[in-house]
């Protein structure tokens, strides 16, 4: 979202174009551009002509514009108002959606009042897809981004931290250590509810950096390249120290790349061994095929032994054989326990079983988390014990209260319980 203040100069169309470009954008809102009916066709055709826009001069006059690449992105748009568009955009690639809220908040303090209500509402109505809000609020957040603060302007500014605050936001940090500063904000809720929505915050940021690092088997062809290039002058100059010296660093350069390239691949793979000094990367990617082929089930047999392979009918007799084995109504059967006693090579003592079921601790979720490899490979929510144990001094105590909120109150969250993996026996 940018406000451009005045769309109609040239310097200001090419400055977006410039933007699109260097940013490499899908998706941009555009703020106070100052356009006139007549004149919208012309500015669009020259900014972005293979795109789609979205204008509504009866609801949200000139002030706000959507336009988007169609070839890369699908956008819906959900509500309207004088002071925002709220749409839904879906990456055509792999069906993932996101909430974009694009907000141009009116000069009076009364006037926001009304938007400040409506972003409360779409919060309630949000579903589980990330939601951005973002564009030109009119108001400030801190005492601090303003200059000679007076009455109304501390009023409005109460007003718009209560807006985030109910509404859930959390204002993305435009500086600084990324986890610390998002992990800072009050997150009203139960303590699960407050770890998974910093976690959520967390990914745009990780994204980022994810960019800017690039591809990193790309980079590890590229630090060869180099490292190459330097030995051959070495080789021809075996007297320069200034050759040898770059040669050493270009060894450096590529023996990390290796590192980081080793990490993705074995995460991905979700394999904890490898040769050292060895690459493996043959042995990795086989690894990766062979567990898209496994995962994937043709043909199953049902308890009267015809075999279906259409993939509903299979998922159906999932379903039904673990609602049988589960949730069935199965005679209990009272065992002797003085029966089973010459069979018991180890019998707990009455200290032992009750440690069983007493109560965790903080010192048993920290262990917990630290007892946990960092090779391993990242939970459903993209996140590893690596980052957790890097983290703790920052996310512990919160992560710590959510974990034995969980097994005080049994209780947990729907955004979470969809993303467990659980291992049943055979």
Not at 7 to 21: G, P
Not at 38 to 65: A, C, E, T
């Amino acid at each position: 979202m940018w406000n451009v203040r005045g769309l109609n100069k040239r310097d200001h169309q090419l400055a977006v174009k410039d933007l699109v470009s260097e940013h490499r954008l899908h998706f941009m809102g555009i703020l106070e551009t100052r356009v006139q009916c007549n004149n919208i066709m012309h500015i669009q055709s020259f900014l972005l002509p293979h795109w789609k826009w979205f204008v509504d001069y009866v609801s949200v006059g000139n002030r706000i514009w959507v336009t988007w690449d169609d070839n890369v992105v699908d956008v819906h748009i959900l509500e309207l108002g004088n002071q925002f568009m709220h749409c839904r955009v879906t990456n055509r690639a792999d069906s993932e959606s996101l909430t974009i809220t694009v907000v141009y908040g009116a000069s009076e303090m009364i006037d926001r009042r009304s938007l400040w209500n409506t972003l409360e509402t779409l919060a309630r109505e949000q579903r589980d897809d990330p939601w951005l809000v973002g564009g030109g609020f009119n108001v400030v957040r801190e005492m601090n981004e303003v200059c000679g603060a007076s009455g109304d302007i501390r009023t409005a500014m109460e007003e718009f931290n209560a807006a985030i605050q109910e509404a859930g936001l959390i204002p993305l940090p435009m500086q600084g250590e990324c986890v610390q500063n998002i992990w800072q904000h009050s997150i009203i809720g139960v303590p699960m509810f407050a770890v998974t929505r910093k976690l959520k915050a967390l990914k745009p940021v990780f994204r980022e950096q994810r960019r800017k690092k690039g591809d990193l088997t790309l980079n590890v062809q590229l630090a060869k390249g180099f490292l190459d290039e330097a030995q051959q002058l070495v080789s021809n100059d075996r007297q320069n120290e200034a050759l040898l010296q770059l040669e050493h660093c270009c060894r450096l350069v590529y023996a990390k790349a290796v590192k980081l390239e080793q990490i993705m691949l074995q995460q991905r793979a979700k394999i904890q061994w490898m040769k050292e000094g060895d690459q493996c990367t043959r042995i990795f990617f086989r690894k990766i095929a062979q567990r898209r082929v496994a995962r994937r089930i043709l043909q199953i047999n049902d308890d009267y032994g015809t075999s279906h392979t259409e993939p509903g009918e299979i998922i159906n007799e999932f379903v039904h054989y673990y609602q049988n084995l589960l949730g069935g109504n199965r005679r209990q059967i009272l065992i002797d326990i003085g029966f089973l006693r010459p069979w018991a090579r180890h019998i707990l003592s009455n200290e032992e079983a009750s440690h069983l079921i007493s109560i965790f601790t903080p010192d048993d979720v920290n262990q917990a988390v630290f007892d946990i490899a960092e090779d391993k490979a990242p939970g459903p929510d993209g996140y590893s014990s690596g980052f957790f144990k890097a983290a703790w001094p920052v996310v512990g105590q919160e992560v710590t209260k959510a974990v034995l909120d969980f097994f005080s109150t049994g209780k947990l969250l729907q955004q979470v319980n969809s993303t467990i993996l659980a291992l049943i026996p055979k």
